[in-house]
């Protein structure tokens, strides 16, 4: 069965950093787009990286630009979010989605409802 399984979030302090993982089964990660989003407390899930089946295309959200960064080990069937200076308004469940190559890439790339499949989450928490 195709599964995304999210990893490695926890409790930091401010200007800590975490790296979460996203390993794929049941498929090949290489015949998918993915896409890193955040839900909030209280607010509309967030789109926060994006990267192309390639890894030569990759997308931030304004406000994680300069200090997330995504990437791909299609080898390992797993993608990666690398977040340093961590702050508190980045505190919520963290999902990671996909897109099949057959459909074509979304003009938007951050967009959540471009994307049919989803992991079950993992929480980040940034607090003193």
């Known amino acids: 069965q195709f599964q995304l399984v999210e990893s490695g979030g926890g409790l930091v302090q401010p200007a800590g950093s975490l790296r979460l993982s996203c390993v794929i089964s049941?498929?090949?990660?290489?015949?998918?787009?993915i896409g890193w989003f955040l839900q909030a407390p209280g607010k509309e899930r967030e789109g926060v990286a994006y990267?192309?089946?390639?890894?030569?295309?990759?997308d931030y959200g304004d406000s994680v630009e300069g200090r997330f960064s995504i990437s791909r080990d299609d080898a390992k069937n797993t993608v990666y979010l690398q977040m340093n200076d961590l702050k508190p308004e980045d505190t919520g469940v963290y999902y990671c989605?996909?897109?099949?190559?057959?459909?074509?890439?979304?003009?938007?790339?951050?967009?959540?409802?471009?994307?049919?499949?989803w992991g079950q989450g993992t929480q980040v928490t940034v607090s003193s």
């Open positions: 989605a996909a897109s099949h190559a057959r459909y074509a890439t979304p003009r938007r790339t951050l967009d959540p409802s471009k994307y049919p499949y």
């Open positions: 990267i192309s089946r390639s890894g030569r295309t990759i």
């Open positions: 049941g498929a090949s990660l290489e015949s998918y787009r």
